[in-house]
């Protein structure tokens, strides 16, 4: 039979080709109902969108022997080309058809197990029973006579039972009246391609033949070809059956994509990708993302190796604990790493240092591989590794393999400390201090401790990966000390303050910061000055994130209404120190920062209007803009207290929707006397 693009009838019914035949070789028909209903469903999609694209089963790769002329071999197919049989068997049942000559013809099957005696039997039985027999779609196969006990114990035989029973009712059930529609449509468009394995020179014809046809070829189909090109004759139908096992596992995770290929491509791509970054320290040539090439160059030399990154790849696809972690933080990827959707090259960071770990370890230490996991998850998330993401990535492709040449026994992430040089990206200080500190308890049970904690901090939303602010007044850079405590202390004190969902105590913080100290962060156009005052992330990244933990200590051991009491006492001490006792005095303050301060503490007794929704900011205009209103303050400030571009105009002017407040008089005296009763 020659390479070519056949339908599957003409395939299956090829009059040069006497038989198919499922060499012994090759692995059982392991295909479960899951599987096989998800194959007749996609068929059935083009069937009722009646759309151009007829279905499609992918490539078949078959060889010939001298001894056996009229006889090819698959070497990969099997799966899908049984699958195919059994549904063409339920619908003629169903019809009370005889069976078609292209699957059984004069006691000979077309496609069959021929070297396994027990199967082939089976087969045999089967075939003719429900060919020669009128039985009832809900006849269980098991009940006949001619099923014998000892098929049980077969694989292949147990999966073809239950896979035709299923097909069958899933026809009666899913399709019913359409049925003979349903089987023309099949027998007329579902369409394979075949290769056809020699000794040589695979690789290039597969190329010519598609190239021919001005149809693209997989990429895991042209790596295949000229794969099974190099390896010696006899290791062809190992190295088939093995490349359809890997296929199988693609196609069971290929999540809500039809096509199984785009899986087994992004594996090849992600393996592509380590070795381009291991031997030249650069990306492939072409873009990594959109519309990329698998390259044969970039591939390891061996199917050895290639299988090994395969081994890796499904350990960690199927390690609930690891796919746990990442179903965490990835919801909309599902399978994190069997994920087909686009990804971004900050998703390779995540992933391909832990594919090269596990593949170049041999470890299956889950606990071990999750910390490394983490690592990487965790610094993903900083904005310096994001600014310059490629040379990051071949960054962390390095680490790991640099680590692996030099690892002695058991891996730990912890160890990665001693790669620091010339990573001060990757390994910055925090990063150091922290793996020092596991390093340190690396045989104690107060370590497993320590890393929740970090852990937990780190996925604060504030934040997001750098614990920098929490961790360096605790950890003694010469003797290595850290104490625990303090940092549980602090933390649970932030946590109080700032609850995993930013904005609840936003406002009160703001106030409780501006009696301690300059906490805003600037954020200013040309034209007038502006603060964003209460910009949590940058604080505490700041020198000023200072006076944010002044705030943090002052609540150990203290619940959130204790805000209320702080604010009450800084306000007194602020009038007092001022000497404020009457309006005259409050209006005579001269700095910006004392008539906020001032005006903070009048909206506080009063409607509390200041720093709420998006009012997060502090604006001083720098230019004389004329507003006609009386000033209030002796020292006339333009204020506002909106956001950078002041949309508000006047209507923002703190001094203008504090109007009310400010113009009593009797009642600020009131207030004032209040305060610092």
């Known amino acids: 039979m020659n390479t070519g693009k056949y339908k599957f009838t003409d395939f299956v019914g090829d009059i040069q080709i006497e038989q198919l035949i499922i060499p012994e070789i090759q692995r059982d028909y392991v295909w479960e109902t899951e599987d096989v209903i998800s194959l007749c469903e996609t068929i059935k999609e083009s069937f ?19 001894e056996f002329p009229n006889q090819l071999f698959l070497v990969d197919g099997q799966q899908r080309l049984t699958t195919m049989v059994l549904l063409i068997l339920a619908g003629y049942k169903i019809q009370q058809k005889k069976m078609p000559n292209y699957i059984y013809s004069e006691g000979l099957l077309k496609i069959d197990y ?50 035709f029973e299923a097909i069958t009712s899933w026809l009666s059930t899913v399709i019913n009246v359409r049925i003979k529609e349903f089987f023309n449509f099949i027998e007329k468009n579902v369409e394979l391609s075949f290769f056809e394995i020699k000794t040589g020179r695979e690789g290039e014809e597969l190329y010519i033949y598609m190239n021919s046809r001005g149809k693209e070829l997989e990429a895991n189909e042209t790596v295949k070809a000229e794969f099974l090109s190099l390896v010696p004759p006899e290791q062809k139908p190992h190295w088939g059956k093995r490349w359809e096992f890997w296929q199988d596992f693609f196609w069971k995770n290929r999540g809500h994509n039809m096509d199984s290929a785009i899986g087994f491509n992004e594996f090849l791509k992600m393996v592509n990708i380590l070795q381009s ?28 190796e290639l299988n090994e990154y395969f081994e890796a790849f499904k350990w960690i696809a199927e390690n609930n604990v690891i796919m746990s972690f990442f179903a965490k933080y990835e919801r909309e990827a599902g399978n994190y790493f069997c994920y087909t959707g686009a990804r971004k090259l900050i998703d390779y960071f995540k992933i391909l240092p ?33 600014k310059d993401i490629s040379a990051n990535l071949i960054l962390a492709i390095k680490l790991i393999s640099e680590y692996l040449s030099n690892c002695q026994g058991s891996i730990d992430v ?63 850079l010469e003797t290595g000390q850290f104490n625990l405590n303090d940092f549980e202390n602090q933390f649970r004190s932030f946590k109080i303050l700032f609850p995993n969902s930013i904005g609840r105590n936003d406002a009160q913080i703001t106030r409780a ?165």
């Open 48 to 66: 009722d969108q009646e759309s151009q694209e007829k279905p499609y089963l992918g490539f078949i790769y078959g060889y010939n022997e001298r």
């Open 114 to 163: 021929k070297v396994r005696k027990i199967t082939h039997e089976f087969l045999l039985s089967f075939i003719d029973y429900i060919n020669n027999n009128e039985i009832s779609i809900n006849d269980k196969l098991r009940q006949f006579s001619w099923y014998y006990d000892l098929y049980n114990n077969d694989r292949t035989i147990s999966n073809i039972v239950n896979n």
């Open 277 to 304: 970054c291991k031997k030249s320290n650069l990306l492939p040539p072409k873009s990594i993302q959109g519309n990329y090439k698998v390259s044969m160059r970039d591939l390891p030399s061996s199917m050895d």
């Open 354 to 386: 832990i594919l090269e770990l596990v593949k170049g370890s041999h470890s299956h230490d889950t606990n071990s591989i999750l910390r490394f996991v983490r690592f990487f998850y965790n610094i993903s998330r900083k904005e310096s590794i994001a």
């Open 414 to 476: 912890c160890d990665l400390r001693h790669h620091s040089k010339g990573r001060t990206v990757i390994l910055d200080s925090e990063e150091v201090i922290k793996l020092s500190i596991y390093a340190f308890h690396q045989h104690s049970t107060e370590r497993i401790g320590i890393e929740k904690v970090f852990w937990e901090a780190e996925d604060h939303e504030i934040f997001n990966g750098e614990i920098s602010f929490l961790l360096r007044p605790h950890y003694h």
């Open 513 to 677: 910061l501006l009696f301690i100290g300059q906490t805003w962060i600037k954020d200013s156009p040309y034209y007038y000055t502006n603060w964003h005052c209460q910009n949590w992330k940058k604080l505490v990244k700041s020198q000023s994130g200072k006076y944010l933990r002044i705030l943090i200590d002052e609540f150990i051991n203290k619940d959130i209404s204790f805000l209320d009491q702080f604010i009450q006492q800084k306000i007194k001490d602020f009038f007092l120190e001022k000497k404020i006792s009457t309006v005259a005095d409050l209006r005579s303050l001269e700095t910006f920062n004392e008539q906020m301060k001032a005006l903070t503490s009048i909206d506080y007794y009063n409607n509390k209007r200041l720093w709420q929704g998006s009012n997060k900011y502090i604006a001083e205009q720098n230019a004389d803009l004329g507003f006609s209103d009386t000033p209030f303050f002796s020292k006339n400030r333009s204020l506002f207290n909106v956001d950078r571009y002041v949309r508000q105009g006047t209507y923002g002017r703190i001094l203008n929707f504090m109007r009310d407040e400010l113009s009593n008089e009797k009642e600020l005296q009131s207030l004032i006397s209040k305060i610092i009763a």
